[in-house]
């Protein structure tokens, strides 16, 4: 049983490894939906579960693992009186370690801040690359009803479909219709709408965005703070000038680059 959970940890942790890695540079939700994003034929939706079930996994032999290793566990805890210390150098270096990682990540220190500002410049690069929805999960709607929220003429929408060979069901969802034609949703929108462009990277947009706060892009002479808070104090969110740009994008359910068009 010991050879056997400690094999299933290494592959567990392993597994969650991985697809901790590819959830770290997918794009956000919105625009992996949008672009149908897959890498080696898996979506984020199915990398996020692996990484779930794998964690879980991972916690379920770790405590095996802890419970065939208490004595040595112990031991290393023990000072030279055989008693159990908190002031032990390995317990002290072990915890402290872990402390400043998460410390660093709560209060955005170096170097955590730059891992994470990766992160965000990596899913800004899949937001210019694939481009935005024009609303939240509109690869769920209808044919019809994406054309009447976005002002397109819903039989000129079908005659360029049928012109560009799609199959497709005037009640179908717009994912459906992608699928159906093995292409994706932003595609077929970029059909029905031949005004739509791929969204590109205004060049006055700041990098990582979304780490950024109110005051901070007020400071740099992007934006006029007051008016940005009295816009999203009007769209029903409780903000402040510190408050990261992110956060209330998440709040108002759209993307930070979304936000900042709209408060600039």
């Known amino acids: ?6 094999l299933s940890l290494a592959f567990s942790f392993l597994i969650m490894s991985y697809t901790g890695l590819i959830l770290y540079i997918v ?3 919105k625009i992996a939906y949008w672009a149908d994003w897959h890498l080696l034929g898996l979506s984020k939706t199915q990398y996020g579960d692996l990484h779930i079930t794998s964690m879980v996994t991972m916690l379920f032999f770790a405590s095996f693992h ?8 112990i031991n290393y805890m023990k000072d030279t009186s055989k008693k159990i210390s908190f002031t032990k150098k390995e317990f002290l270096i072990a915890f402290g370690l872990n402390a400043v990682f998460v410390l660093s990540t709560l209060y955005m220190i ?3 801040k730059s891992i994470l500002d990766l992160e965000n410049s990596i899913k800004d690069y899949w937001a210019k690359e694939y481009g935005e929805p024009p609303y939240g999960h509109a690869e769920e709607s209808k044919l019809s009803v994406i054309c009447s929220k976005q002002g397109i003429d819903l039989d000129e929408a079908k005659e360029n479909l049928k012109a560009e060979n799609i199959i497709f069901d005037g009640n179908e969802r717009i994912t459906d219709i992608a699928k159906k034609n093995k292409t994706t949703p932003s595609e077929i929108y970029k059909i029905i709408n031949p005004h739509a462009k791929k969204m590109k990277k205004d060049d006055e947009t ?3 965005l979304g780490r950024k706060t109110l005051q901070e892009l007020s400071d ?10 009295k816009y999203i104090k009007k769209k029903g969110v409780d903000t402040t000038a510190d ?6 994008a998440d709040e108002l359910d759209t993307t930070p680059r979304q936000l900042y068009k709209s408060i600039k």
């Open 243 to 248: 408050t990261r740009v992110k956060h209330i």
């Open 27 to 29: 794009p956000q939700g």
């Open 220 to 229: 740099m002479g992007k934006i006029d703070l007051d008016r940005a808070l």
């Open 1 to 6: 049983m010991k050879k056997i959970t400690s």
């Open 206 to 208: 700041p990098s990582n």
């Open 66 to 73: 802890i419970y065939y290793n208490w004595k040595p566990l």
């Open 110 to 112: 170096q170097p955590v």
